[in-house]
């Protein structure tokens, strides 16, 4: 029986490849023997058969071929596996580790390459379907071959446990691999979603041109995710789905929300108007107010509040300008615009309802301590004395730190009564330190109270 050469290397053929394919050409060709037997026997075959030494060495020399021919197959499968592998990490992650996974791949490769070129070598060198095979020569091609296919096994271990490593990486990337299709397709509906609100809002007679303006800025991502991420990339194709995902929904819901915004303009507008002429009203009674105080304070009593009549008639003469404009701009759905506006019209009524209010407030405790001002005084005492309580209690001697603005508000308070006495009194200058005083206090307590909370 003529042996069957080993094919040559084809140019477009792997080392892998070629070895593979020549594998399994020897693996088939028992098989061919086999059926050629009866052939022989019958019409004088012309194998030479050199007796069982010969046939055993020649056996186990098949034996040696066959498991280097396995442990072959066996690497080749498991390191296209573990290129899936790689494949998939480096179309998700660019990041240091995945870089060192990439290039201990290429070396455990090279490893590979090595190893399959010594097991084809072999393959090639012996041909154990010679009919004058030596035992000799026999035994040195199952040497030969063991040792092939050790080597093989021992890269298989070596990829087995780089293959390992690659666990979190592998898990991470499939991971986002897994994220990315819905994404994908919750920014789409987003987008779409996010139409349907806009068109049912423009068919209620509304305009929402900056909605609209927001919508279309959306329309060369959604070109960019069409055209998937093997042109931009696993992690840019998910951040992109995710982020218009996010504006799209924030453009239904103010789609969505702009009719009851639009009920809400209408009402504020309504509101601050009628407050406006409210504080007008209430402006006008400053006056007699401020009269009240000069004709019996002292100067130092009202001063400050000389300029709150003028102040308030500008606040409100700003804030009626200001609604004017807030109208205008919600007539021309420029609802951004009238929302500021109405912002700031508040503001400015705010500020003047606070000084319009102050007047009054300052004659009514004016009145109050003029008329009785032990009722102050004693106020004042009692938040200092429950301080100093507070200050004592588990000590034998209190804290300087607590005790001695405790003493001070004690004098200053002192200082105040004083003021008191004479022909016209500052009752404001007492009130403002029997404030100031009650403030100090109040921030002792507060450090007291926190510092023993820090202890327990």
């Not at 063991?146 to 271990?157: F, H, Q």
Request: some cysteine; glycine content about 4%; charged content about 30%.
């Amino acid at each position: 029986m003529t042996a069957t050469p080993a094919q040559p290397y084809s140019p477009s053929e792997s080392r892998a490849q070629h070895a593979l394919r020549d594998t399994l050409t020897l693996i088939a060709l028992p098989l061919v023997a086999a059926l050629a037997l009866p052939v022989a026997f019958a019409g004088g075959g012309t194998r030479r058969w050199f007796g069982g030494r010969s046939e055993s060495q020649r056996a186990e020399a098949q034996a040696a071929k066959d498991a280097a021919a396995a442990a072959f197959y066996e690497l080749d499968t498991a390191q296209r596996d573990l290129r899936i592998s790689i494949e998939t990490i480096t179309a998700v992650d660019d990041s240091p580790a995945a870089r060192r996974a990439v290039a201990d791949f290429e070396a455990v490769s090279r490893r590979i390459d090595e190893a399959s070129h010594q097991y084809i070598e072999a393959v090639d060198a012996h041909d154990l379907d010679r009919d004058d095979l030596e035992a000799s020569v026999a035994v040195r091609a199952r040497t030969e071959l063991t040792k092939a296919k050790d080597e093989l096994a021992n890269v298989k271990r070596e990829l087995d446990r780089f293959g390992d490593s690659l666990g979190p990486l592998l898990g991470k990337a499939e991971t986002q691999l897994a994220r990315l299709a819905p994404a994908v397709e919750r920014a789409r509906q987003g987008l779409l979603a996010a139409s349907n609100a806009l068109d049912a809002v423009r068919e209620s007679g509304l305009k929402a041109d900056d909605l609209a303006a927001r919508l279309a800025a959306l329309g060369p991502e959604l070109t960019k995710l069409n055209q998937g991420a093997g042109q931009h990339g696993v992690p840019d194709t998910l951040e992109r789905a995710e982020r218009v995902a996010r504006e799209a929904e924030t453009v239904r819901v103010e789609s969505e929300r702009l009719p009851e915004k639009a009920a809400e303009i209408d009402h504020r507008l309504v509101s601050l108007r009628t407050r406006a002429q409210a504080l007008t009203t209430r402006a006008g009674q400053v006056d007699p107010v401020l009269s009240e105080l000069r004709r019996r304070f002292t100067a130092a009593c009202w001063q400050d509040l000389q300029h709150v009549p003028d102040q308030a008639a500008e606040n409100v003469r700003q804030a009626e300008q200001k609604l004017t404009q807030a109208r205008a701009a919600r007539d021309e759905q420029r609802w951004p615009d009238a929302t500021a506006l109405l912002s700031t019209v508040r503001a400015l009524l705010n500020t003047t309802d606070e000084s319009v209010s102050a007047a009054g407030d300052r004659l009514r405790r004016l009145n109050a301590v003029q008329k009785d001002p032990q009722q102050e005084i004693d106020r004042t005492r009692f938040a200092i004395r429950d301080a100093q309580r507070l200050a004592m209690t588990g000590r034998n001697t209190p804290d300087p730190r607590h005790a001695r603005p405790l003493d001070d508000s004690v004098a200053r308070l002192e200082r105040a009564i004083g003021t008191l006495e004479g022909r016209h009194p500052d009752y404001w200058h007492f009130l403002t330190e029997t404030e100031a005083v009650r403030q100090t206090v109040t921030r002792v307590v507060a450090q007291i109270r926190e510092e023993r909370g820090a202890a327990h």
